[in-house]
Nanobody
């Protein structure tokens, strides 16, 4: 069993930056592919970014490429999402996800999910 706890969300002006963190407990982060999803009001949860177990491969949805960076620190059992040049359309609850398969993370079929952290970008 894995527990995921997100933090780092908040209110930021457009063009600003935030760094989200996801701390895993129960198993080491290096055992899982990890990802971030987001759900805006009235919309379905959507894929944002994923990172393979080794950290050697990363994947992003088109709308965040060049602005967001996913990374992992196995020593801290933590996955990060650095978000730069934030836009109002990035406003959503952001969820951390974990699975033994990167493909499963990307398609939203992760085994474990966090409770989410709110990101609000004002214009």
């Amino acid at each position: 069993q894995v527990q995921l706890v997100e933090s780092g969300g908040g209110l930021v002006q457009a063009g600003g930056s935030l760094r989200l963190s996801c701390v895993a407990s129960g198993r080491t982060v290096s055992s899982y592919a990890m990802g971030w999803f987001r759900q805006a009001p009235g919309k379905e949860r959507a894929f944002v970014a994923a990172i393979s177990r080794s950290g050697g491969d990363t994947y992003y949805t088109d709308s965040v490429k060049g602005r967001f960076t996913i990374s992992r620190d196995s020593a801290k059992n933590t996955v990060y999402l650095q978000m730069n040049s934030l836009k109002p359309e990035d406003t959503a609850v952001y969820y951390c996800a974990a699975s033994q398969s990167t493909a499963a993370v990307v398609r939203g079929a992760s085994d474990y999910w966090g409770q989410g952290t709110q990101v609000t970008v004002s214009s």
